[in-house]
């Protein structure tokens, strides 16, 4: 059966993981911020949106955290909107009923009344429409100039989108039935529904496709050792002094960090799954339990890899002044060297977490509680 597309399936697609520039964050901050002193529905879909997961696995200022601050933004405008309109127009339609009822008891003052009322409805429901249109033009130019020269950035955005678009006709609905009795009316949105879920299940299959097709060139590679660091090419990195390279492969870290708790959560994710199911024996449990140890383990290394290399600096010019310090090369390349010989008598945060969620007797709020935790590390450290 298809599904939606996870945020984990994107975890290696480094376009996704491109910092947005000072520029476009500002405009996106500037709009959204606007966008939201107009007020939302209070409740309904909107709570199932949330945009948390991609900055897990992307980066706060990532391009594909900023779709997602967009994304959410657009899906709260048009549900608003549907629902503002719909308000509208029923009014309209009561008004004309009152109008046509006052004309043909040919009630002179009433007809009067009841045309400027029109009137102001129709001018309102214009102003609504027009306004709509040019703040969804806003957010999509602002999209466009983030997926532009991606084809990886487009890919998440049109992926991503047409499962807001289920969001929207399943909110559609739920205005319908709030608002209407008419049967038909509900039965046709019921049909768009469906339409716009197969929409999103085959949007979701086309980009998995799509991705294993160029899987070999975007995968990360793959951890040496059983610490996952290679201690001669971190070196070679942190001994260059090159400002770019020691800045990428900090960026290439904080991916692997992300696909390693990717990694973990799907382990935890399993083991839930067969507990709550009560298929949960023994020896599964252990095998889980030891599969989640040495993906935490490699985990913690990474994390630990990563503040060592935060400490060369945040920017370029930072970078460039430690990197001239010979000593403070020599102390780095020690470190390393030292993480990765001393790492398997070393139980860092992420092996403390799996301990605990497997301890006693292993249970879904353990396991729920895991992945909470691991969500905060891998938050404090990205």
């Known amino acids: 059966m298809s599904r939606f597309a996870k945020f984990s399936e994107f975890k290696n697609i480094k376009p996704l993981?491109?910092?947005?520039?000072?520029?476009?964050?500002?405009?996106?901050?500037?709009?959204?911020?606007?966008?939201?002193?107009?007020?939302?529905?209070?409740?309904?879909?909107?709570?199932d949106l949330k945009t948390g997961a991609s900055k897990i696995l992307f980066g706060s200022f990532s391009k594909a955290g900023m779709i997602d601050d967009l994304r959410k933004k657009l899906l709260?405008?048009?549900?608003?909107?549907?629902?503002?309109?719909?308000?509208?127009?029923?009014?309209?339609?009561?008004?004309?009923?009152?109008?046509?009822?006052?004309?043909?008891?040919?009630n002179d003052s009433v007809v009067s009344a009841l045309k400027k009322?029109?009137?102001?409805?129709?001018?309102?429901?214009?102003?609504?429409?027009?306004?709509?249109k040019s703040n969804v033009k806003r957010v999509y130019d602002l999209l466009d100039k983030l997926i532009t020269k991606s084809s990886r950035l487009k890919e998440y955005w049109e992926t991503t989108r047409a499962e807001d678009e289920y969001k929207l006709e399943q909110a559609k609905y739920q205005v319908l039935k709030n608002r209407s009795a008419d049967v038909e009316r509900l039965s046709k949105q019921k049909l768009e529904i469906e339409k716009a879920k197969k929409d999103?299940?085959?949007?979701?299959?086309?980009?998995?496709?799509?991705?294993?097709?160029?899987?070999?060139?975007?995968?990360?590679?793959?951890?040496?050792?059983?610490?996952?660091?290679?201690?001669?090419?971190?070196?070679?990195?942190?001994?260059?002094g090159k400002p770019k390279s020691i800045i990428q492969r900090k960026k290439d870290i904080g991916v692997e960090i992300a696909n390693l708790k990717a990694d973990l959560e799907e382990v935890l994710d399993k083991a839930r799954k067969k507990i709550i199911k009560g298929q949960a024996s023994e020896n599964t449990i252990k095998k889980f339990q030891r599969d989640a140890i040495e993906i935490a383990a490699i985990l913690d290394s990474k994390i630990n890899l990563l503040n060592l290399y935060k400490e060369m600096g945040k920017n370029e010019e930072e970078v460039r002044r430690n990197a001239?310090?010979?000593?403070?090369?020599?102390?780095?390349?020690?470190k390393i060297n030292q993480a990765t010989s001393s790492q398997g008598g070393t139980t860092g945060a992420a092996q403390k977490t799996i301990q605990d969620a497997f301890s006693g007797t292993p249970n879904s709020s353990k396991i729920d509680k895991a992945t909470s935790d691991l969500d905060s590390l891998v938050i404090a450290i990205l």
């Open 17 to 47: 993981l491109e910092k947005a520039n000072s520029e476009d964050m500002v405009e996106v901050n500037y709009i959204i911020s606007e966008l939201d002193s107009d007020p939302i529905l209070d409740e309904g879909f909107l709570h």
């Open 76 to 106: 709260d405008l048009e549900i608003k909107f549907y629902d503002t309109k719909f308000e509208l127009s029923d009014e309209i339609d009561n008004l004309e009923d009152d109008l046509a009822k006052a004309s043909s008891e040919k």
């Open 117 to 132: 009322q029109l009137d102001a409805k129709n001018q309102e429901k214009t102003s609504l429409v027009g306004s709509h």
């Open 200 to 240: 999103a299940e085959d949007a979701a299959e086309k980009f998995k496709a799509e991705l294993s097709k160029s899987s070999k060139k975007e995968d990360q590679p793959k951890p040496s050792g059983k610490s996952g660091i290679d201690p001669e090419r971190e070196g070679k990195i942190i001994k260059s």
């Open 324 to 334: 001239s310090k010979s000593s403070k090369i020599k102390d780095l390349t020690n």
